[in-house]
């Protein structure tokens, strides 16, 4: 053990007691569920099935998206396999309930505490513990290597930021990182910087993203919505916003010489307060999804502030704002999910997080940068098409990155002993 992880483990441990404070606070303010508080500290967990388990760590919507695919593609393979998904976040805990196929549960991520994390591994014994993008947690990590458990980083992305940090601690990281078996980048510029932290080689196999199918949509809701709210309008619909970005999609809108369809729906729902409140400062008359209230025709603006209906969204827009490049610290967000459906996309210029995928996207004109408001009014104004011929290249390498996946992972998951013994047979 490094000094840097017994120190680590030293703190939280210290740490703690005061930590029921924290959560109870994140829960008053609508960060936790009281409900599921226990899950946090690893306690009252359902009970583990007989055979081989698979745990997948994601921190919240997008990296539990990708992996509730990887876990639905392990199970094809590994019939029988019982996989447990965690993560942090509220949303992505109301996001995976309904969608978890029969084999599988989600529990509200552990605390990295060295109690916690025992807790967590002992109950569920992993075979395989596979972490999504950036989530690497020293005790959750050290307690499953310390049980046997094969571990795997996968659509790993790290900044520039990140690697420099991690330089600092690099006998940490190359103790954390460096013991899973696999460890597969979302890109080349992550690939070369975790080859300079752990000093071997490490496989870029694209961004897993790029396979998740669209969302879906309640096809009586979108029927009813096409015709009572946007009513032969055209319709614009800003995606994933953050503090701020409302403003910039609605001045822009506001340019149009035209009666529009807004839509907005923002990335963390309970802002809805917040956004009700522009609207009206503003005087645009509108509908409130959360509150159950009828749009129709008259209404200007649909506040979408509710979890899973993005797919019935994306259908009815004529062009989609995608929140994340103009607000400060995010780092953009994934822009496939509307280009599968053929909706032209613009968001603003900060995209670090995807950086190489928004460049080949904006290369082969499937994305728009823009850099401000006029910018997007005129992107709105114009609404370019999207590109048959690079959707269909878009489609052909689509899969590739999970098929990569899916292949490094599948020889360290034990099969099921009924499987072993009917392939005997």
Known sequence: MTPALFAYRLAT?????????????????????????????????????PGPLVWLHGASVGESSLLLELGRRLIAERPGVMLVFTSQTVTSARLLGPLLPDNAIHAMAPLD??????????????????????????????????????????????????????????????????GFEIVLAADLDTGQ?????????????????????????????????????????????????HPGEEEIFLD?????????ALIIAPRHPDRGDE????????????????????SDKRDRVLLADTMGEMGTWLRMA?????????????????PLEPIRLHRPVA?????????????????????NLVADTAALAAFFKETPPVPDAALAALAAEADQ????????????VPRPLLEASDRQK
């Open 275 to 294: 956004i009700e409140a522009l609207l009206k400062k503003r005087n645009l008359r509108h509908a409130r999804r959360s509150k159950g209230v009828q």
């Open 13 to 49: 441990y210290a740490a703690s007691p005061f930590l029921g404070f924290v959560l109870s606070k994140r829960a008053k303010d609508g960060k936790e569920d009281y409900l599921r508080l226990h899950e946090r500290y690893a306690k009252r967990l359902p009970p583990r099935r």
């Open 193 to 241: 910087r975790l080859e300079s932290l752990l000093g071997r080689a490490v496989r870029a196999a694209g961004n897993l993203k790029s396979a998740l199918p669209p969302p879906a949509a309640n096809d009586v809701e979108l029927t009813r919505l096409t015709n009572n709210f946007i009513a032969g309008r055209r319709c614009l619909v800003a995606a994933s916003t």
């Open 318 to 334: 004529n062009a989609v704002y995608l929140g994340g490049g103009h607000a400060e610290g995010v780092g953009g967000h994934n």
């Open 113 to 178: 505490t060295p109690q916690a994390a025992r807790r967590f591994i002992q109950h569920w014994k992993p075979d395989l513990c596979v972490f999504a993008e950036g989530e690497i947690w020293p005790n959750l990590i050290h307690e499953a290597r310390k049980n046997g458990a094969r571990t795997a980083l996968v659509n790993a992305r790290m900044t520039q930021k990140s690697a420099d940090g991690w330089q600092k601690v690099r006998g940490l990281f190359r103790q954390l990182v460096g």
């Open 252 to 260: 822009a809108a506001a340019t149009l010489d035209e009666d529009v």
């Open 401 to 412: 990155p999970m098929l990569v996946t899916l292949g490094a992972l599948l020889p360290l």
């Open 347 to 367: 968001s603003g210029p900060r995209v670090h997080n995807f950086a190489d995928l928004m460049a080949s996207l904006e290369a082969s004109g499937l994305v």
